[in-house]
């Protein structure tokens, strides 16, 4: 076989040296070298290929002067270590030496070793597993199951996460016992949080929802059902749940109208109080006709009848009548009778009366003074004293007993 063997050697040398090319299982080659398979077709199961040196890698470690391009396939990793020009050998696999170590040929690019560009859209699905980036302390997170999708962005002190566009910012953090915050930031030029459908805007604290703005733009607070552009339910019957701490009961009084509330505790303006006055009508006489007085009926003190005028709302009347009243007479079957004056309003018997019992001397006098307060209702009223003998005592029956006026004075005021 050897001497079978020998001129074929002679021959692929001879071949190369005049040619600078060698070609096996072809006569010509069409590179340095070229090798054509045995069977490039058909079912034979005879081995094509061509096998490159195999080795473990502290062989590889401890190869010299090992010329630039140098292939290798490293078999096994059990012995020598990931250093030197073995830095780059972790797996079994085919191996080149760039002149300081060897570089594993065709090495699974991925984040951890390499940057790239995407050729298109990815999807990574997680399979019910989370994907966490961790930088020493702080970590970003990204979770998926099958009702949720989160991300998170934790730190031992602050989870916070920033957007930006161009020189705008948006910031979102919150920082261990203390505040969250939502921050825009830069040349931001708003900050504009809200619903882009036909749906409520609510704030919640303590985990209930404390303000509510509807799609219509009506704001309540307490209340999920604004009916007004702002609507406060405070919970607590008479309380308003509004308070203006620097507009209190000593502050100056200002121009301007008064605020008050309506029957469903809408807030209305209200006519500003007028400054309170004392309106008043008043009489004060020393002569008056001569009028008779019986049992029979009530005889109106000539002089007493006066005319009031109650404006819009109605008035609460403030009434002083003082009489002073000479008996001319003498009334025969008697001289002990009780006498009453009483007052009387549109013609109306009051319940405000004074009786005295004359002296039985005629030419005698008597006093009656008369009190009261009265509301009378808008319009125009009329004011009178009356007069009767209450009781008889011996004075006979519809005789009269003639009297006469000697002061008089009236007084009727309301503050307006």
Same mark, same amino acid.
């Given at each position: 076989?050897?001497?079978?063997?020998?001129?074929?050697?002679?021959?692929?040398? %001879?071949?190369?040296?005049? +040619?600078?090319?060698?070609?096996?299982?072809?006569?010509?080659? +069409?590179?340095?070298?070229?090798?054509?398979?045995?069977?490039?077709?058909?079912?034979?199961?005879?081995?094509?290929?061509?096998?490159?040196?195999?080795?473990?890698?502290?062989?590889?470690?401890?190869?010299?002067?090992? #010329?630039?391009?140098?292939?290798?396939?490293?078999?096994?990793?059990?012995?020598?270590?990931?250093?030197?020009?073995?830095?780059?050998?972790?797996?079994?696999?085919?191996?080149?030496?760039?002149?300081?170590?060897?570089?594993?040929?065709? #090495?699974?690019?991925?984040?951890?070793?390499?940057?790239?560009?995407?050729?298109?859209?990815?999807?990574?699905?997680?399979? $019910?597993?989370?994907?966490?980036?961790?930088?020493?302390?702080?970590?970003?997170?990204?979770?998926?199951?099958?009702?949720?999708?989160?991300?998170?962005?934790?730190?031992?002190?602050?989870?916070?996460?920033?957007?930006?566009?161009?020189?705008?910012?948006?910031?979102?953090?919150?920082?261990?016992?203390?505040?969250?915050?939502?921050?825009?930031?830069?040349?931001?030029?708003?900050?504009?949080?809200?619903?882009?459908?036909?749906? #409520?805007?609510?704030?919640?604290?303590?985990?209930?929802?404390?303000?509510?703005?509807? %799609?219509?733009?009506?704001? $309540?607070?307490?209340?999920?059902? #604004?009916?007004?552009?702002?609507?406060?339910?405070?919970?607590?019957?008479?309380?308003?749940?509004?308070?203006?701490?620097?507009?209190?009961?000593?502050?100056?009084?200002?121009?301007?109208? %008064?605020?008050?509330?309506?029957?469903?505790?809408?807030?209305?303006?209200?006519?500003?109080?007028?400054?309170?006055?004392?309106?008043?009508?008043?009489?004060? %006489?020393?002569?008056?006709?001569?009028?008779?007085?019986?049992?029979?009926?009530?005889?109106?003190?000539?002089?007493?009848?006066?005319?009031?005028?109650?404006?819009?709302?109605?008035?609460?009347?403030?009434?002083?009548?003082?009489?002073?009243?000479?008996?001319?007479?003498?009334?025969?079957? $008697?001289?002990?009778?009780?006498?009453?004056?009483?007052?009387?309003?549109?013609?109306?018997?009051?319940?405000?009366?004074?009786?005295?019992?004359?002296?039985?001397?005629?030419?005698?006098?008597?006093?009656?003074?008369?009190?009261?307060?009265?509301?009378?209702?808008?319009?125009?009223?009329?004011?009178?004293?009356?007069?009767?003998?209450?009781?008889?005592?011996?004075?006979?029956?519809?005789?009269?007993?003639?009297?006469?006026?000697?002061?008089?004075?009236?007084?009727?005021?309301?503050?307006?």
């Amino acid at each position: 076989m050897k001497i079978f063997q020998l001129p074929a050697i002679f021959l692929a040398a %001879s071949t190369s040296f005049v +040619a600078a090319q060698t070609g096996i299982n072809n006569n010509t080659p +069409a590179s340095t070298l070229d090798i054509t398979a045995k069977n490039p077709t058909g079912t034979t199961t005879n081995v094509d290929g061509l096998l490159i040196p195999r080795l473990d890698r502290e062989r590889a470690q401890n190869m010299t002067s090992v #010329p630039v391009s140098t292939m290798i396939y490293v078999n096994s990793i059990a012995s020598g270590t990931l250093a030197g020009t073995a830095i780059n050998i972790d797996a079994v696999g085919y191996y080149y030496f760039n002149g300081t170590a060897w570089v594993k040929i065709d #090495p699974a690019v991925n984040i951890y070793i390499a940057n790239g560009t995407l050729a298109g859209p990815r999807t990574v699905t997680t399979n $019910g597993n989370p994907i966490n980036f961790v930088n020493g302390t702080s970590n970003v997170g990204i979770a998926t199951g099958t009702t949720q999708g989160v991300i998170s962005a934790a730190g031992s002190s602050r989870g916070s996460i920033t957007l930006a566009g161009g020189s705008a910012n948006l910031d979102m953090y919150v920082d261990n016992a203390n505040a969250a915050q939502i921050n825009s930031f830069g040349n931001s030029t708003k900050l504009s949080i809200g619903t882009a459908n036909a749906t #409520p805007l609510a704030l919640k604290a303590n985990g209930t929802e404390k303000l509510t703005m509807l %799609s219509n733009g009506n704001v $309540g607070i307490g209340t999920a059902a #604004p009916n007004t552009k702002f609507e406060v339910a405070s919970g607590t019957a008479n309380v308003s749940g509004i308070r203006l701490t620097n507009l209190t009961s000593a502050s100056p009084i200002g121009t301007g109208q %008064s605020i008050g509330v309506d029957a469903t505790g809408n807030i209305i303006t209200i006519a500003n109080p007028s400054s309170p006055s004392i309106n008043t009508a008043t009489v004060n %006489s020393t002569t008056g006709a001569d009028y008779n007085v019986n049992d029979l009926g009530a005889t109106t003190v000539t002089g007493t009848s006066q005319a009031i005028t109650i404006p819009a709302g109605g008035k609460a009347l403030f009434i002083n009548f003082m009489l002073g009243i000479d008996y001319v007479g003498s009334p025969s079957g $008697g001289g002990q009778a009780v006498y009453e004056a009483r007052l009387y309003i549109d013609g109306v018997a009051t319940d405000c009366y004074l009786r005295t019992q004359e002296s039985g001397i005629a030419g005698s006098n008597t006093q009656f003074t008369i009190n009261t307060v009265k509301f009378l209702t808008a319009g125009n009223h009329t004011l009178d004293i009356r007069m009767t003998r209450a009781v008889n005592n011996g004075t006979t029956s519809g005789v009269n007993m003639p009297c006469r006026p000697i002061s008089m004075s009236f007084n009727a005021s309301y503050i307006n």
